[in-house]
């Protein structure tokens, strides 16, 4: 019995001890009780710091409150550099999203894409943009004749180049002062279909100006 | 009754995420006490934040994206921080989604504490790099991924108790 | 055996960290490569090291260093393979000495102004604050020099190196000033025919507080001057121009609910810093403006006119108008609705009219909770009307509710949540007519040790305009994560499914996705003063600092009732009132309190059952000496017994913190686990509507949401 309350008695001294070791009173930094062996000594004439220090931190299983955040900043990394799309840059998401592009069908082989000028065409050289109005499609083609593409290109002009609506489209004159290098926005009609196509001419190489490449930047139904 | 478990308080360091830079003060004898901002002051050692909660604040990040959540996740100094809400508003599809490939290396910018009647919030800056890709199916040309990388400067307030 | 001198112990003084993650992935798909957000397949493993580790010498002088080590086999986590030394930070800083410094080797987050540098860069940074007399004013000289790197792997500076230098000033009265100059200087790379480009940007910040009319008001404002070289694209460089960058902004508190901020940006068309994620080329003119409502209603309001392009042939304009509506609505029938209103009207043309478009956008979100769910509405309407004179189509519009609700569950030990969500959405116009609709659900669970997370979509897009396909999609997620001590173990699998046109083939097939990854995480700490064998004594599984002598105290749950009183008396604490099925004791056990304590014993006549501390506060009214003597008990009690593994807090204490806690409005249980069963700290309803705080140990306690848990019998 003696040895059973020499025990509780040992232990609930130990409790009290841990109790009053950690006392803290509230507006007081915290005093330790002494300095214990392996606890570096603070340096003399600075009182110990009121810096906060561990934390333990709380964990709350179940609801995902253990903590929140906040983004700051977001930008592509060094590696990636101005590849590679950034989700909270606004360039990047009007870029991807934007709803004044395109909105062909799949059928749409044009937005994009350029077509060399075939300079064996006869009577050329020729290069044409083919649309199909039912299926929204168009497609490029390098050889061709006024009648078979929907619209023509001819770059034998010099200094120039000539283009213009084929079978049964329409939207305006035969034009025989293209610009090398100049963005056109044509509309085209046939029936009750009306597409606008942007597209640009270039010189491959000046020293051969019949060496020249359509370019089709979008079209639009 | 439904209760919610943290009231959180959220704090405005004022050092980065401004127009410009704000003195970070080195503690010294001569110099008076200032704290990073209101209410929060320095830590002693800093507090390593583990890559669970780094990796947890993506994912959450890719949940955000395209929800109505996303503004408010998004700190008031975000630049252009308007244009991007009015982009992602009037453009982005339902079912556009995002999705982090991977999680690169993070670094711990700086830390402050702040006292809450809750108990104490450890506010950490931190600078992380991840792998994403929106995606999203367009009816007429599939299913579209856009990749990318990106630094995220987050900042992250977790729950504790000082010993 | 001799003891080790002290200090022959290796790394005593140092408080050192280490995370170690392991991780392992697979993925693969079935089906049209083109549909998997997967490109590369097959197993991908990676390692990855991070340590800090730091010394304090005094309190202003301390020494840390961190670095972040990955051995990489995978596609996803680095463009390398094998040793790539990610991150690495050694900092120094000193503040007992005649200039105070911070000294930074490495990665460092180098921050000027937006205008000039806002990057992490890998190199050197040296900030100097000399001390002045007056301690109105503070003043920092910053240096750095630093390459624009992701990681340490053929690190080459030359490539791509900043080099720059700042000073800033202070002061209470006169404001912030700084003066700073940035240099950058990239490597020619035969490659791409790029040469080698220089650039030089400096810039003057201000910042002042004043008052004007009884309203305080802040001015800041940043003129920027660049020279030299920039990117103009991939392979192309602009040499030798130079541009200004303004910015001025003016934020007003007017003292009323009103407040307002008024901003300017003009960045010319050659201000490129490398290093600012600023638009070139740009204007932005904005006001907002905002009021507060009682009860914490705010309503903002916003004017913006942007330029892009501005100095080109074909400038875009974009004028917005937005408001928005945040905050609790105090509506009768629906108690403790909060809404989010957003709305805003946008235009946006280019000057040849290739782009005209007018956006409007109502975005309406609502919040409430309904009987035991949290319910979330959010309404969306969206209508794009176009003007651009090439284009066919008029307009676009789309209308959009989301519906979702947050339902608490606890099954035994788990807590955690389960939210169901519905999705529908309408569009029409520009050949977009399209009805999608999905179901979304969300789960998880966790309890100390376990967590468990799960999530299911379903998605179905019907579109209706020639050369469009339909598509169902189904997407399942998995996440189970183990924690224990030091160690963490976790599993996430994914699982995509996209099927176009189901039922029909027509050119697009579908595709299945999956990804697995298992990882396995060691996180190791040892504390300043304890020698290097401290840390893998949690390895070991044994707690540094064991919850001493649970065993043997009166504390004891399942003692015969004779001992405990025997033990008891032992101590000096006799004198017990028995009452049926308890004895109380008058006892301070908590000598820092000088509040009246009582110590009870529950038992069923043979064994103790439960033990309680109750503890009375001295003057319920006065909020602040009651929110005090709380958390000073409540502290003693996290240092004793660590970490507790709940922390429920519901109120504040206010001067109606009686009324609250008899309503139910003001909660505050405290819980930690123990060998022998659960501790709980708080303060307790009861039915007499007396107010105190108690301290109860039993094997386990009803859930929070009973917040009538107190020791009814004791009054």
Redesign the interface.
Known sequence: ?AR??S???A??E???K???K?????GKPIIPAGIE????P??LG?P??D??????????????????????????????G?T???????????G?????GS?S???DQCSGKSMVFDTTAPGGPYAGIVLNET??SCSLVNFSSSSSSSVYFNSLITNNYQYGPGAGWSGGPVVSTGVYGTTY?K?YSKGSN???I?FKVTNNTPANPNNAVLNVNSV?? | MLAFLLILVFTVIKTHAQECRRIQPIKSPDAVEAPLAEGVRAVKEQIPVDRQTVEKTMQKIAESWNTPEMSKKLANSFYEKDRLMDSMNGNAPVDARLRILSVGSYRLINQGIKSDPGGDLLISRISVIAKTQIEYNNPTNGFQRRQGEQEYIIKITQKGFLK | MPVMAEDSVPLKDWAISIENTTRYENYDFWGDAAGSPYQNTGGQFYNELSTSFTRRFSDYESFQGRFNLLYNDSLYRSQYNGLVLERANLTWEKGNTRLPFRAQFGDNFSFMTIRTIQRSLKGFQLELQPQVISTEQKQSLLFFTGAGRDDYRDFAPVNDLFSAASYLIEDKRWGNYSFNLLQNHRASEIKDGLPARNQLVGSITGEKIFSFSKQKMTLEGEVGYFTGDYNLTANTTETNKDSLGLFGQLTADTGTPFNYRLRYENYGKNYRPNASSISSDYEGYEAHGGWRFAKGLNLRGRLQYFVDAASTANPADTYVAGANLTGPLAVSFLPGLTTGLDTFIQDAKNKDRTTNTRTANLNMNFGMPVRTWAAKLALIARNVENYADNANWAGQRSYETNLSATHAIALGPFKGSVTPGLIYQNMAGNATNRDNYGINLGLQIANAMHQIGFDAKFFSQNAYAPGTSNEMSNNAGFNYRFTKGPHIFGIETNYTDRDPTPGTATGQSSTQAYKFAVFYTLKLDKEPGKPISSMFSKLAGQPEEAAAASTVSPFSIGQPLEKAVEGLTAQGINGGLMQPGLIVYEARLLNEIDQRQRLVLLHNEKVVTKTALIIDFDDVGNQSTVSQTFERVRSILLKRFGAPVDAFEQGQFSPNFVRDVNTGKFVRITEWRTENGAVRFGIPQRLDRQIRMELQYAPKFPSRNETFWSVEEVR
């Open positions: 019995m059973k309350k025990s509780y008695k232990a609930l130990e409790l009290k841990e109790y009053r950690w006392c803290v009173v509230a062996q392996g606890q570096p603070w340096d600075q110990p710091g810096l906060p220090g561990e934390m333990q931190l709380v964990r709350t299983p179940g609801l995902d409150g253990e903590f929140s955040y906040e983004i700051e900043q977001v930008i592509n990394t060094w590696y990636s101005s590679g799309t950034n989700p909270f840059s606004w360039v990047d998401i009007n991807i999203f934007t709803t004044t909105r069908g799949s059928g299926t929204r926005v509309t009306t597409v606008g942007s639009n139904w």
